[in-house]
Each structure stands twice: as C-alpha cells, then as structure tokens.
C-alpha cells in the first residue's frame, strides 16, 4: 500500500538532475592500490591491525577499535600493505590510512562465511563486525543506531529512500536493481527491532521505485510505502520523521527519542546480503556526474579506490575541471586532491567546470529573509552569519547554530550569494573552541 504525506517547513527546490537515473551500475576494475583510512564514520577512529609487508585478502579485518562508537575497517582487495601513514583530508585534518598494493585476484579471506544468529545480540555483533555505516552520508556506526537504549522504546522504521539532493542516483538504482534484497533486509530489521510500523520513504520524481516497492509489500503486514513531495532536503533524518509520522525531533536529541530509527535503503540492503554472505563492507555504489565527466555513471567501487581512478573509468574529463566535490551539490565537501579515497559513506563523486562551479561574489546582506524561510529548523542564518564573523559568542549562543543541519538551504536561496553554511560552520567551531577554555 502506498500513502502520501505533508510538507516539513522550508527546504529549497532544487533542481532535480538525476542524469543517471536509468543508468545501471557498472562494476569497476580492481584499481593498481587502494588507500583504507581507518576512521570512516563518526566516532573513534581505528588502530591499524597490519604492518606494512603484511598480505592481506579481500574482508580481512585491518582496523578496529575497543570503543562503542566506532566500525571497524576492513581490506575491499587482496595484495600487500605498501604505507601505513597519515593522509590530509579535506576537513583539514589527518587520518592514518593504510595503502594496500592490489595483486588481482581478490582473494577471499578464510573468515568470510553465511552469518547466523541465534539472539538480537549475536545480531549486532555481527552488524558490527560488518563495519556497517550510514551509507546514506552521514557514516554513523549502524550497530550504535540499532540499539537505542531500554528508556526510549522504538516504534516506528522509517527506510530512507528520499535521495533529495541533485545528481545522486545510487539510492535509486539499488531499489531498481536490488530491490529483494531491500525487503529481505527489513525482514532481519522488523525481527530485532520489534517495530510495529515500517515506511519507505520515497521522493515523487521517483515513480518506477515507488511502484516496485509498492508491490512487493502490498502482502506484509506494517510495511508501507510513503510518496514524499520532492523537496530538498526531504532526506534529512529530522524532515523525514515528520513528514512521514509527523513527530518533531527537539534540538538536541536524536531520533530514537521519538521512537524512530532511520536507515537508508542501501544499508538496509546490505544487512541482507551481508547475513547472507559474509562479505564486509568493501565497497560503494557512487554516483559520477557533472558537467565536467565524460561518461556519467553509477559505479560500483571498491573502498579505498583513488577519485583519479574513478573518473578515469568514467572516461576522464571532458573540460578543465574548477571543482570536485564528494557528495551531493548541497552538502558535498570540496576534494582538494584526486589522490583521496572514496569511503564508506560517499555516494557520489560530482566534477565541474568553471561555468558550475563559480558561486558568484559574495554581497552585502539586504536583510530580505529568505535564509529563515527556507530554514528547515527554524533558524534564522543571517543573525548567525552575523555574529560569528564578529566572534559575538554570547549573541551566537541565542541563536543555537549547533542545530544547523548543514543542508544548504540558505546559502541556495540568499540572493546575495552570503557564505551561511560556512560561517554556520565557523560559529559551531566557535562555540566548541568556547566551551573547552
């Protein structure tokens, strides 16, 4: 059965662009080396479990660590640990990766088997041995979403679908082309959750993957799908909840606090092949797109994989290119190099040239309001723009910066072209650099 629900607050419309929509996905080559960064989620980063000489083989546990919040990190090829050593990302900050010479014939390690369980317990373990993240960008350890604590009892499933943001298709083609699998893996979900109401949330400007999952859980009990209006950023945990149960999440809490758990369809997907299989996670479909690639695709990609390999495979370049991004146009972060890793968590490798890449100079603020309007969590940017470039830490505090999702919104609709996400940014980073003296 399929329903249809109301709008949250603000959001922008954003040009759609989903140029790779009826793309299949396309299995890349095993690339010459890859490079394994041992944190790709958020939380505490992994301590490598191999030296440089040791041989390794696809699944291979390489990285893990005792703290709760964290996944661990394993090998997507079979070869030879060449470099154990720190790599520049683009947030500014260093992480240790390890650099693994590929010898082609992606052999399996000896520990990739069939799961099987016999509690919820063993269930998670075994998700966490999976080194399941979000795969839908955010990266938070599935096992720690998964195990919402005994005094906020969840209710409701909510499987993403939405894929709000411009040119990313990878969400889509897995509905299109693993769609089973989505199904089998809100089975093994519904069973450890003890959910009595699940939704698939899915944009209108996808009506092939709503009326695939339509009829598939026409016949399951508390299995619904929802046809969402297609507003950016209908994707975000918070819009998602209440678009399609109508609850709010307060500022500062997360969504098990109103009995909800959010997975995107590509993770929910995976848990199935992964209990199926035992293959880890060693590799992301990714969307290539944008006005600078030569051949537009959904590429499925080995972890660790080099963005110059990526776009290679895609046929290079067919301009001089003025930005990449990792991810989507609203959220992506800007590459600094193509020598970077894809990740867990990246669904989307975006190049441009000069004409979409210029955002235009930055004017004066004229005060028209347009960032509050289109601000999904109510805040009001221009004020925080304001104050943290003046560094008026008391005034930021009134007006909670720490709640921006970073969607992007403002800065799309501002007229006169203001950096907002970034000086949002600036301010969070202000607030914390406070709070520790």
Not at 63 to 91: D, R
Not at 210 to 222: G, M, P, R
Not at 223 to 247: F, H, N
Not at 365 to 382: E, F, H, Q
Request: a positive charge.
């Amino acid at each position: 059965m399929m329903f249809s629900r109301n709008m949250f607050k603000g959001g922008a419309a954003v040009p759609h662009r989903k140029n790779t929509a009826q793309m299949e996905t396309k299995k890349m080559n095993v690339p010459e080396k890859v490079i394994i960064p041992m944190i790709q989620h958020i939380g505490a980063p992994c301590v490598p479990l191999v030296k440089k000489g040791d041989t390794v083989k696809v699944g291979q546990v390489i990285g893990n660590s005792e703290k709760y919040v964290s996944a661990p990190v394993h090998s997507s090829v079979s070869g030879t640990v060449t470099n154990i050593a720190p790599v520049l990302f683009p947030g500014g900050f260093q992480v240790t990766s390890v650099e693994i010479k590929t010898d082609g014939t992606q052999e399996v390690h000896e520990s990739i088997k069939p799961i099987s369980y016999s509690s919820n317990k063993e269930l998670l373990e075994a998700i966490r041995q999976s080194g399941l993240v979000g795969l839908g960008g955010a990266g938070f350890p599935a096992h720690v979403k998964l195990s919402p604590p005994p005094d906020k009892p969840v209710d409701t499933l909510i499987i993403n679908g939405a894929e709000c943001e411009p040119y990313i298709t990878s969400d889509y083609r897995e509905i299109i082309e693993n769609s089973s699998s989505i199904i089998g893996g809100i089975s093994i979900l519904k069973e450890l959750l003890k959910v009595k109401n699940v939704w698939i949330g899915i944009e209108d400007n996808k009506p092939e993957a709503i009326k695939i999952l339509t009829h598939l859980t026409e016949k399951i009990d508390d299995v619904r799908v929802v046809k969402l209006k297609s507003r950016y950023p209908q994707g975000a945990e918070k819009m998602l909840i209440y678009s399609v149960t109508g609850r709010k999440v307060p500022p500062g809490k997360l969504p098990n606090d109103v009995g909800v758990i959010v997975m995107n369809v590509n993770s929910v997907s995976f848990i199935n092949e992964y209990i199926k299989t035992g293959m880890p996670l060693i590799k992301k479909r990714v969307t290539v797109d944008g006005s600078a690639i030569k051949n537009p695709s959904n590429v499925e990609v080995l972890i660790g994989t080099q963005l110059k390999d990526v776009f290679d495979f895609c046929g290079g370049f067919s301009c001089e290119v003025h930005k990449v991004l990792m991810g989507g146009p609203m959220m992506g972060i800007a590459q600094h190099s193509l020598d970077v890793p894809v990740m867990k968590y990246t669904n989307a490798l975006l190049a441009f040239g000069r004409e979409d890449a210029e955002i235009g100079e930055e004017g004066p603020c004229i005060r028209c309001g347009r960032c509050v309007s289109a601000c999904p969590m109510n805040l009001m940017p221009l004020y925080i723009n304001l104050h943290a470039l003046k560094e008026n830490i008391e005034d930021l505090r009134k007006y909670n910066p720490n709640d921006c999702i970073e969607c992007g919104s403002c800065s799309y609709v501002c007229p006169a072209k203001r950096h907002l996400v970034q000086t949002i940014r600036l301010a969070k980073m202000q607030l914390k650099k406070a709070a520790a003296k």
